[in-house]
């Protein structure tokens, strides 16, 4: 029995928070309890980057030894002699992170490539629940970066497919979505729906354990009716090319012009595709022979023009506003 309660203890001690090795300021007169950590920093500094911290810290019970929630959610008692704060439902790593944006001034920089994605997940997420407005704007200036809302620039970055974040391009989609979703930052789910639509519905449900129903919902909603658009699209090919070397002033040499010789093979590659690869130029070098360079540009260009159609729409499958107000929204949060 005695050796029971030995190991009883001993996993109670493990699962206590403890001090964070870099985090705890003897100095310091507050104390942040998550469910690994403790954290002990300065109310002042917290307070003058986010209004949740300040307002917290102007209520007139903070410093007192009571017991109580406020707003569901933050529990008030001391610790050693200072106020003592849980952060309930947030994570001992995560909020390690959103500390040391805080207080170290070079742990972390929206200009640094190489910032791992849990950081920036973590900051994204936190620095909106607790309205650190500055930190907010410079992760989601970012992320923005990476997720362009034009058609041309995000075909570019999806064929440079530079790795970001420390991981894969494709690695990130969800994880961003989840955490931009999350954090309630309009601005950046149109995009983030979209990007995740190229991950298969297998690999979507293997990650939508820590997706709420909700952000769940609006991605298979949304990556559905994309999905009849590219079928669409490429069902019509056909009519694109009569389209395009209808109205080009073929240039081959050969006794037979494009408009009668020209003709697409293999289509059912296609039938999976998802909406990058049917970029005209792809599509007519990969599909569509034999055809002059003239007549060949000329298909890709009516093929582009109705994928720039589809991108005009393609906010509204996933239930928001269209581009220009989705960068209208990225604007005002940057320039707030």
Not at 285 to 310: F, M, N, Q, T, W
Request: glycine share 6%; net charge negative.
């Amino acid at each position: 029995m005695g050796v029971q309660h030995g190991s009883k203890r001993c996993k109670e001690d493990q699962e206590a928070p403890r001090p964070h090795d870099i985090l705890w300021f003897p100095d310091g007169n507050v104390v942040l309890a998550t469910d690994t950590y403790l954290f002990k920093v300065y109310k002042g500094l917290l307070a003058s980057h986010s209004t949740v911290f300040r307002d917290m810290f102007d209520l007139p019970n903070v410093g007192e030894a009571i017991h109580g929630e406020i707003n569901g959610e933050i529990v008030q008692e001391m610790y050693e002699g200072v106020p003592l704060i849980s952060l309930i439902g947030d994570d001992g790593e995560d909020v390690a992170h959103l500390l040391r944006a805080v207080f170290e001034r070079h742990y972390y920089h929206r200009d640094d490539k190489d910032t791992p994605l849990n950081v920036i997940t973590a900051l994204l997420v936190l620095s909106s629940k607790y309205d650190f407005k500055e930190l907010l704007k410079d992760v989601v200036i970012q992320i923005s970066q990476h997720y362009p809302m034009s058609l041309q620039e995000f075909d570019q970055v999806t064929e440079d497919d530079v790795p970001i974040f420390g991981r894969e391009r494709s690695d990130c989609e969800l994880p961003l979505l989840k955490a931009a979703f999350k954090a309630g930052v309009d601005a950046l789910l149109p995009i983030l729906f979209f990007s995740s639509t190229f991950r298969d519905v297998s690999s979507i449900f293997r990650e939508s354990d820590s997706m709420s129903p909700e952000c769940l919902h609006y991605l298979m909603k949304g990556k559905e009716q994309l999905d009849i658009k590219v079928h669409q699209l490429i069902s019509d090919l056909p009519e694109y090319l009569r389209k395009g070397v209808g109205s080009s002033d073929c240039q081959c040499s050969e006794a037979k012009t494009c408009f009668q010789k020209a003709q697409y093979t293999n289509l059912s590659a296609l039938i999976n595709s998802y909406f990058y690869q049917t970029r005209g130029p792809v599509v007519v070098a990969g599909y569509l022979s034999p055809i002059c360079e003239h007549c060949g540009a000329s298909v890709a260009k009516s093929i582009d023009e109705k994928r720039e159609e589809i991108w005009k729409e393609i906010p509204s499958y996933f239930c928001y506003p269209g581009w220009e107000a989705t960068k209208a929204r990225l604007d005002e949060l940057i320039n707030s």
